[in-house]
């Protein structure tokens, strides 16, 4: 009973598998929406892609309530600079805020995030910040607990000068195979499309993704479960 409490009361943590990618012509965030407390699902349909503004938007992982407060400042500070300005933050600007605040609240912050976005400076960027509040350009960053597990397939299917609709079906693909692998990515997968022409969301539900090996199709019933068969493993 007081482990089932001790469960119950931890902080809420997005164990989490999120995902940012460049394409040629902008970039695709994607993410995987369980939030848990401990063992527990704490919510199944979380969305942990935040706009930051306009044209940039970060993938927060890790806890909860630290990568809320970070977001939450860092779009403060945004708007402030945009009114200053007169024109919209370019990408490198809110990562670097985003570093800024992480670096200087590391021994505090529990907290890795991705930032992507589009600007008429330098197109599309993602930048990595991992625990510790290091900043890294990358042409694609992974990060959560589910990231463990996509390396290598990334290093396979990653390429340079993609199309949107291949980035995405790579980010879809990836979020799906983490989640099929790591028991804190779960729920649906979310994915933000930006470039010049703005900003798409799209939701792919969870019985709608693809089946890898030994998993089972989405059912109403255990009994369902139980007279099934076990589906084909797909193939990458």
């Not at 369902?224 to 589906?231: E, G, H």
Request: net charge negative; hydrophobic share 40%.
């Amino acid at each position: 009973m007081d482990l089932i409490k001790a469960d119950l009361n931890a902080p809420h943590s997005m164990g989490t598998t999120i995902i940012g990618v460049t394409y040629n012509g902008g970039v695709v965030l994607g993410a995987d929406s369980r939030t848990s407390t401990g063992v527990y699902v704490a919510n199944r349909a979380s969305d942990k892609i935040t706009q930051l503004t306009d044209n940039v938007y970060v993938c927060r992982s890790g806890s909860a309530a630290d990568s809320q407060i970070v977001s939450d400042y860092v779009r403060y500070f945004l708007h402030q600079h945009t009114i200053q300005l007169g024109q919209p933050a370019t990408v490198k600007v809110a990562a670097n805020l985003v570093r800024l605040i992480a670096y200087s609240n590391k021994n505090m912050l529990q907290t890795g995030l991705i930032v992507g976005g589009w600007d008429k400076y330098e197109g599309g960027k993602i930048y990595g910040i991992p625990l510790g509040g290091t900043i890294i350009e990358q042409p694609f960053a992974i990060g959560g607990s589910g990231s463990s597990y996509l390396y290598g397939f990334f290093d396979q299917a990653w390429k340079e000068g993609m199309t949107k609709d291949e980035a995405e079906q790579l980010v879809v693909k990836a979020v799906s195979l983490a989640i099929a692998r790591d028991g804190a990515s779960g729920g649906v997968v979310r994915t933000v499309i930006i470039n010049s022409e703005g900003v798409t969301r799209n939701f792919y539900p969870g019985d709608k993704l693809p089946l890898w090996h030994e998993e089972l199709e989405p059912q109403n019933s255990l009994l369902d479960i139980l007279n099934s068969t076990i589906p084909e493993p797909m193939h990458i």
